[in-house]
């Protein structure tokens, strides 16, 4: 049966530590730059070379997250530090940019790189263009369920996420950040625009719902749908988290390791009560299986809040300025933290019973009184955020121990052997010349217990063999010595472990010289007939149309059919004019079809732009999120896009809030034939949403517009310009 690997996050050495001790098989991490978590504590250069180590030590590997865009100015120092990781010996690299993806490959063709989420991987045309470029592990969209993951066909490791947050956008496809927060997604710096209030309106009519965080999610959790997943074809489970705490890691890891090693001991898996108890207590935003299982809208969001809620502890019965009396329903121990359903939360420093005697705990079913140091004035329940009980718990979980046999030989006028072997090495260390005892012989057993005294060491002993002639005497000083120098071999050679020969081809980024064509271009996508004829009239150069219809209906060569941006490319396109906004749309359409790429592949550097031309592109658009110094080092590219007007696409999601507002998440639902909507933010700004067939497109409240600076741009040898209409007039 094949074993899948449980992969845990770390974002810093205190919680890398717990998910080695708790039993993961690999462990994925970020540096100081070039992550998808930028305010993760992360791992600098000494920190990176102790992680490695500490991995390798217990068998466990390491992956590197590099998986954001990377700007052409950024492009050889991304690499200097991909060849710090790579002359280190780090097992994999999480990767985002194709371009970048292509360079590693050129700079060190033997390692191992898996696609990053980040990368929107969802349909086998696409997996089968990562494939292309020496990838190995593909991280699947959270939005595909098992069947469809289970109907891939490309012949390519992969990676799902089982348990943590969720995006509610499909990853990397996320530009609201980005445009509002001046912090970009996919740079690994999200200000999280997703957990913030927002109000729905109906053609202008407010719509009443039961919370206003209509784009929150829940968090993942598959513990009790475990079985069907190691069923599947997938490689990895993936847990999220590497802004979580040592204890998050740690007890989720042990959890997930626990039932995956009884799944496969057993076939069958157990969960309990307390289990599910315990998670909800470390983190969580109410639990959903998520997309894996064919969840939708209710069962994936939460919008009555965006923080962790914890569990239910008790009810509020008596407020006043100095006391607050709960009776509480689960054991609350002092050093808890507790929030009110009006969101206010507190650390119980002191803990008083019913008699207003101080105690470390009270017991379920009993009388709490706590000090009221947040002034609260009035509340119903109370939930527990944090467990210290179990805090502890989890910190006094056994450690990992490697398997070892130890082996010793002791013959007379020979000298003394040891032995120690951990299934993949194996050591050897000589001692003096062994005597016969002239008084006092060693016996085996003294001989066993000293040499698998193994004490704080990573190693346990589980085999001993000792080979031992009559009468014979040995120094238990020169066992213990030849012991210890035994485990600090074997702990180098396990901690120094070569992954791949050192392979490397000299670091040069890539300049791509072309003619300098002084024409000017004007692309445009248009949304209706009208917009479509005034394009036709003003001899626009290039014209991209969503509709399939409109677009058979004026088909001729400057016009376009956008392909939409999640799907299985299932369609067979041949001699057409194609937009492609994804990835597998480009690999699979540029055969027979002539195609261009649209901004969402956010291309930032000039290796992306090689690598989408050798796939077949004619025309390349930028991504609005590169910027002018950027744009400058681009030099002389031909055929790519600059996005200068229109409202940029914020996000795409499966999920359909007006279905699941409006129409209790119907799937025959057809809200969106005759009625416009919206989100509004707190700020009043207005965000239009566009549903396409069960997908979600949210658009920005304002016009992305460089206009104005034109002929800055055509200075800098840009000559095509791409606008986006949405409801602009023929005017």
Do not use: W
Request: hydrophobic share 35%; glycine share 4%; charged share 30%.
């Amino acid at each position: 049966m094949k074993h899948v690997e449980l992969l845990a996050p770390a974002g810093n050495m205190e919680c890398l530590i717990s998910a080695v001790q708790n039993g993961a098989d690999a462990v994925y991490v970020g540096g100081k730059k070039f992550g998808a978590r930028a305010f993760a504590q992360n791992f600098d250069y000494k920190e990176m070379i102790k992680a490695i180590k500490y991995c390798h030590l217990y068998g466990v590997k390491l992956y590197v997250t590099v998986n954001t865009i990377c700007y052409e100015n950024e492009m050889k120092e991304a690499l200097k530090y991909i060849e710090f990781l790579y002359d280190n010996q780090v097992d994999a690299l999480i990767m985002q940019d194709i371009g970048l993806i292509k360079n590693v490959k050129k700079h060190f063709p033997n390692i191992e790189i898996h696609a990053s989420t980040q990368a929107h991987n969802h349909n086998d045309s696409g997996l089968s263009a990562l494939k292309s470029l020496g990838v190995k592990r593909v991280v699947l969209a959270r939005e595909l369920s098992l069947n469809e993951i289970n109907n891939l066909k490309t012949e390519i490791d992969k990676e799902v996420f089982i348990h943590g947050a969720l995006c509610v956008s499909y990853s990397g496809c996320c530009l609201f950040s980005a445009m509002h927060g001046k912090r970009s997604g996919n740079r690994g710096e999200c200000v999280g625009s997703c957990r913030l209030p927002y109000k729905m309106y109906q053609n202008n009519k407010m719509i009443e719902t039961k919370g206003n965080y209509l784009l929150s999610t829940k968090s993942l959790c598959t513990i009790e749908n475990l079985d069907k997943i190691l069923a599947s074809n997938i490689t990895s489970l993936k847990i999220e988290g590497r802004m979580k705490s040592s204890d998050y890691v740690g007890y989720i890891t042990r959890l997930y390791r626990e039932k995956i090693d009884n799944f496969y001991h057993n076939n069958k898996i157990e969960i309990k009560e307390e289990e599910i108890s315990n998670i909800k207590k470390l983190y969580n935003r109410e639990l959903t299986t998520g997309y894996l299982f064919e969840s939708y809208g209710k069962k994936i969001m939460n919008i009555k809040s965006s923080n962790h809620i914890g569990v239910h502890l008790g009810k509020v019965l008596k407020i006043d300025k100095s006391k607050i009396t709960i009776k509480v329903d689960d054991t609350l121990y002092q050093e808890d933290a507790i929030r009110f359903d009006n969101d206010k939360g507190m650390i119980i420093n002191k803990l008083y019973d019913k008699k207003g005697l101080l105690v470390n705990k009270i017991e379920k079913g009993n009388i709490a009184i706590i000090d009221n140091k947040i002034n609260l004035k009035n509340a119903n329940e109370v939930r527990k955020t944090y467990d210290i009980n179990l805090s502890k718990k989890i910190k006094s979980f056994p450690s990992r121990k490697i398997i070892v046999k130890m082996n010793c030989k002791a013959i007379v006028g020979k000298k003394l052997e040891l032995c120690i072997d951990d299934g993949i090495n194996k050591i050897t260390k000589y001692g003096s010349v062994v005597e016969k005892a002239v008084n006092c012989e060693t016996d085996k057993e003294r001989i066993k217990t000293q040499i698998e005294k193994l004490g704080s060491t990573p190693f346990i002993c589980k085999e001993t063999t000792i080979n031992l002639d009559d009468k014979v005497f040995i120094s238990i000083k020169e066992i213990n010595e030849l012991r210890r120098e035994l485990i600090e071999e074997l702990i180098n050679v396990r901690e120094n472990k070569i992954n791949y020969d050192n392979i490397k081809n000299a670091i040069k980024t890539n300049t791509i010289e072309t003619k300098n064509n002084k024409k000017l271009n004007i692309s445009i996508l248009v949304r209706n007939e009208e917009q479509l004829i005034e394009a036709i009239k003003n001899n626009i150069d290039y014209i991209y149309i969503t509709d399939y219809e409109l677009y058979k209906k004026y088909k001729k060569n400057n016009i376009y059919l956008r392909t939409r941006r999640v799907s299985n490319n299932n369609i067979e396109y041949k001699g057409e004019n194609i937009l492609a906004t994804e990835l597998g749309a480009l690999y699979k359409y540029a055969k027979d079809n002539n195609v261009n790429t649209d901004y969402y592949l956010n291309v930032v550097n000039k290796e992306t732009i090689e690598v989408l031309k050798d796939f077949g592109a004619k025309r390349v658009t930028l991504s609005p999120e590169i910027n002018k110094d950027n744009i400058k080092l681009l030099n002389n590219i031909e055929n790519v896009d600059l996005f200068i007007y229109g409202k940029v696409e914020l996000m795409i999601t499966k999920y359909c809030p007006m279905n699941m507002l409006i129409n209790n998440d119907n799937l025959n639902c057809n809200l969106c034939d005759n009625n416009k909507y919206l989100l509004k933010d707190s700020d009043n700004n207005e965000y239009p949403i566009i549903n396409e067939k069960h997908l979600t497109h949210i658009l920005d409240c304002k016009n992305y517009n460089l206009l104005n600076n034109i002929d800055e741009y055509i200075d800098m040898n840009i000559t095509n310009f791409r606008i986006d209409l949405y409801n602009e007039t023929k005017n």
